[in-house]
């Protein structure tokens, strides 16, 4: 059995910054793929970014590039999504989720080859 839990969201105002944590058992192998995602009222869920427990880098969605940051911690218990300059845009509910077996991707739709456990979420809200 595989938790995930999620906590740092919150309100805040437009360019404002939050930092999403999620702390997960500890990871020691490498191609785990681990990712946030978001949902809105009424939209489908969105992957926000994602990363490799161990190699390779971080990739974003377009629509927060340049904004926020996925990272593990040293031990590799935690990720993190800083996440700076929020837009109303970014309210959402926000979901870490992690591959149940090692991948051969961590992009774009990789959660709908690789069935990914998930956290239970932790909201954001940025008003204007």
């Known amino acids: 059995q595989v938790q995930l839990t999620e906590s740092g969201g919150g309100s805040v105002q437009a360019g404002g910054s939050l930092r999403l944590s999620c702390v997960s058992s500890?990871?020691?192998?490498?191609?785990?793929?681990m990712a946030w995602f978001r949902q809105a009222p009424g939209k489908e869920r969105e992957r926000v970014a994602s990363?490799?427990?161990?190699?390779?880098?971080?990739e974003y969605a377009d629509s927060v590039k340049g904004r926020f940051k996925i990272s593990l911690d040293d031990d590799r218990t935690t990720l993190y999504l800083q996440m700076d300059d929020l837009k109303p845009e970014d309210t959402a509910t926000y979901f870490c989720?992690?591959?149940?077996?090692?991948?051969?991707?961590?992009?774009?739709?990789?959660?709908?080859?690789?069935?990914?456990?998930w956290g239970q979420g932790t909201q954001v809200a940025v008003s204007s």
């Open positions: 500890i990871l020691t192998y490498s191609r785990y793929c």
């Open positions: 989720a992690r591959s149940q077996v090692a991948t051969s991707g961590c992009n774009g739709d990789w959660h709908l080859k690789w069935t990914p456990y």
């Open positions: 990363k490799w427990t161990g190699y390779g880098g971080a």
